[in-house]
């Protein structure tokens, strides 16, 4: 069984169910007991979209913000999108197909996990970045390394028998990007996880940093998430699991392209 995450007291008193806006069947707007976007929503005192408004799927559709569903005995039940609402709240969202079923929350309560063996050929088959991939908020572009902006992270001297972990302070109103440049001191290749940090766990992409080489991996903040403040963070570790240095200089830079 699934473990999920909660959001039951968010949801408590505001909302008598929250699911998908496809849920909902046009029989049902036809027979004029459903009302299309008629509410607003704020969150924190901060409004995410008025009544009347809609939203623009993925697939680039725009689609009711809120459902209203009255019953025949005249009370009414509100729905608002699931993946709207886990985004404001900052809680991992995933359909699983084969169980039919939408996972809030972690499936895997530790996070992310990265299977490889010790040898160097098991580092060489890992990219060095993941441009066209996307995680959380976030997706990665072509490497773009910046001396402008606004440094996240001055640049760093890290040596340690440690995993080096970061969170990034990512602020939408500094610029749509950020850059991290990683310099491999050590001897052996490192893996390279970043990405985005949950309220609840982590979503990152791993890329490998050679042994003696410098690499640059830059993300970019999507316009159409609904996260208010998305977290970033890296994390660089010899992966292996049986020891070793991470030996690194690292810097971060957030910029406007």
Not at 1 to 6: C, G, I, L, V
Not at 162 to 184: C, E, K, L, W
Not at 213 to 226: D, G, K, P, W, Y
């Amino acid at each position: 069984m699934k473990k999920q995450h909660p959001v039951i007291p968010f949801l408590g008193g505001v909302l008598a169910m929250v699911l998908t806006v496809g849920c909902i069947t046009t029989a049902l707007a036809a027979s004029g007991m459903v009302r299309f976007s008629p509410v607003a929503l704020d969150l924190n005192g901060k409004a995410v979209f008025a009544a009347g408004d809609t939203l623009k799927h993925e697939s680039g559709q725009e689609v009711p913000s809120s459902l209203v569903y009255t019953d025949e005995a005249g009370g009414g039940t509100t729905y608002l999108p699931l993946r709207t609402i886990a985004n404001l709240l900052d809680v991992p969202i995933t359909w699983d197909g084969e169980e039919n079923t939408v996972v809030l929350g972690r499936g895997n309560p530790g996070g992310f996990t990265v299977e490889l063996g010790t040898g160097d050929s098991n580092w060489s088959s890992l990219p060095l970045h993941q441009a066209e991939k996307t995680v959380g908020p976030f997706a990665e572009v072509q490497p773009a390394a910046r001396k402008g902006g606004i440094m996240l992270l001055e640049e760093t001297q890290f040596r340690s028998g440690s995993d080096f972990s970061q969170d990034i302070p990512f602020v939408r109103a500094n610029g749509r990007y950020v850059s991290i440049t990683v310099t491999n001191n050590g001897a052996q290749p490192l893996l390279f996880q970043a990405g985005h940090l949950y309220a609840t766990g982590r979503d990152m992409l791993s890329t490998q940093i050679p042994a003696g080489a410098t690499v640059t991996r830059t993300f970019e903040a999507l316009e159409n998430s609904a996260a208010i403040q998305p977290r970033f963070g890296v994390d660089i570790s010899t992966g292996s699991g049986e020891g070793g240095t991470v030996d690194i200089q690292i810097s971060a830079v957030q910029f406007n392209g």
